[in-house]
């Protein structure tokens, strides 16, 4: 009998996105482009009387996770669940939605409840509108590619597309995701920054979601800091959304972003969750 599954799910970062609200979450959500990312979260989930969460990330270790014990009350079972990610959470990396996706693709698998990859997003989704850790995310991870989402929710029409060349990141700390969604008058600036268009390749990308961290106002002053290096040394980059840190493409980009602290080098995902292992 199996009594554990392990999966994992990419992560994703926003480069720009407007909210759109809906009558209900699977038609709240956003629009926006972004990156898949070969980085994200595994998921060990294995069967237990009562549900728990344990977040592992590098140097860390903590409990609970209320979308992802939600989201597994809302499926009927009750699991012991550890997640675990290499890159720093609450910094613009959609790790929330990565351990939603990678929790609850292991627990359709491990209770059989033969849910759809599209029942599975949508339970994710909801998680994440309800507690305010995203919006989009969800959508975008369920697959890989630089995406371009026109449409709120899980069954909007998403453009991807899969270039080669790395995009590098440096993280200079969490910004609550929840303390933006909730303020109206960030909300205001983000709707009058959106640019209305899909970005062609990852440069204009980078390009794209620069002007729209400008004009947002969200931009804070040490990110500001590493962006300002970034302009001088000719390299495209923008902050990660929402967090307080920075992404690059170029030659250079690495580079420059040492200065600042760690730099993962990602890579664009080819796929969405995944199933790793069953274990009895």
Not at 230 to 249: I, Q
Request: hydrophobic residues 40%.
């Amino acid at each position: 009998m199996v009594r554990t599954a392990v999966a994992f799910s990419p992560g994703h970062i926003s480069g720009y996105f407007r909210r759109i609200e809906g009558s209900d979450p699977s038609s709240t959500g956003s629009v926006g482009a972004g990156v898949v990312i070969d980085e994200g979260v595994r998921s060990t989930v294995a069967k237990a009387a009562e549900t728990t969460v344990r977040v592992v990330r590098p140097g860390h270790a903590s409990t609970g996770s209320p979308p992802v014990e939600y989201a597994l009350e809302r499926l009927g079972v009750a699991a012991s669940v550890t997640t675990e990610c290499r890159l720093p959470i609450g910094a613009g990396f959609g790790l929330s939605a990565a351990a939603l996706l990678s929790t609850l693709t292991a627990a359709n698998h491990l209770f059989s409840l033969d849910l759809s990859a599209d029942e599975v997003a949508a339970r994710a989704h909801e998680a994440e509108v309800l507690h305010r850790t995203g919006l989009g995310d969800v959508a975008a991870s369920r697959a890989g590619g630089v995406v371009c989402r026109t449409g709120p929710g899980i069954h909007a029409n998403i453009i991807r597309f899969y270039p080669e060349e790395p995009l590098y990141a440096v993280s200079l700390g969490p910004l609550p995701t929840a303390s933006v969604l909730s303020s109206e008058g960030a909300m205001a600036r983000i709707a009058g920054a959106y640019p209305d268009r899909c970005p062609r390749d990852l440069i204009d990308f980078c390009l794209l979601s620069r002007g729209f961290a400008e004009k947002s106002g969200l931009i804070a002053p040490e990110v500001h800091r590493v962006l300002e290096a970034c302009d001088a040394a000719g390299v495209p980059a923008s902050m990660t959304m929402l967090g307080n840190g920075v992404f690059a493409c170029g030659g250079a980009a690495e580079r420059v972003l040492s200065g600042f602290g760690e730099v993962y080098r990602l890579r664009v995902a080819r796929r969405g969750a995944y199933i790793i292992e069953m274990k009895p």
